[in-house]
């Protein structure tokens, strides 16, 4: 039954040495995904891809602030928290995007969202890197919907519930 076999989508061994020389980056591989210009590897704590420039890149998933699977365009993208982002156009996505969804929410350990007066919200989000034995939680406050830091108000609701919240989950 032809139809039911999966296309072999592991990458060719020597792409896993060189991004081991490179970023010393090593672990389970759980998708492999290429396109045009890209090649992407998603393990277990963090996924690393290397572009047109040749030059290997590795991200933990707790860096990912936000992303996903665009079919349309067949384009994974992602944001980090550091503000950068990219987008990758994808031949071959294989079950990359999927692995993408599911890390990224591992993850999250902590995550509220709350309306603040003159409008929009403050997302507080902690995070875990997947990679850490005894993990700590990284977080993270951003103002969505119009809602700005800048406001003292906001800032100030913003600052209590972070510190709430970090209360209630850091140990």
């Known amino acids: 039954m032809a139809f039911l076999r999966r296309r072999d989508n592991r990458p060719d061994a020597t792409l896993l040495t060189e ?35 040749g030059q290997w890149r590795s991200v933990g998933w707790h860096q990912v602030r936000s992303g996903g699977w665009k079919s349309e365009r067949e384009e ?13 156009q994808l031949t ?11 890390r990224v929410q591992a993850s999250i350990a902590v995550e509220d969202q709350f309306d603040v007066p003159g409008g929009g919200s403050i997302s507080i989000t902690a995070r875990r890197d997947l990679g850490e034995e005894q993990p700590r939680l990284y977080w993270q406050v951003n103002a969505v919907r119009g809602a700005k830091l800048t406001d003292p108000t906001t800032k100030a609701l913003a600052d209590e519930a972070l510190a709430r919240l970090r209360a209630d989950y850091d140990f």
Do not use: C, M
């Not at 071959?92 to 599911?102: I, N, S, T």
């Open 76 to 88: 994974i993208h992602w944001r980090l928290n550091d503000g950068s982002r990219d987008a990758v």
């Open 92 to 102: 071959e996505p294989g079950a990359f995007p999927q692995v993408f969804r599911e």
């Open 19 to 53: 991004l081991k020389e490179a970023t010393g980056l090593r672990g389970k591989l759980l998708a492999h995904a290429t396109g045009p210009r890209a090649e992407l590897l998603a393990f277990a704590h963090r996924f690393a891809y290397r572009l047109a420039d």
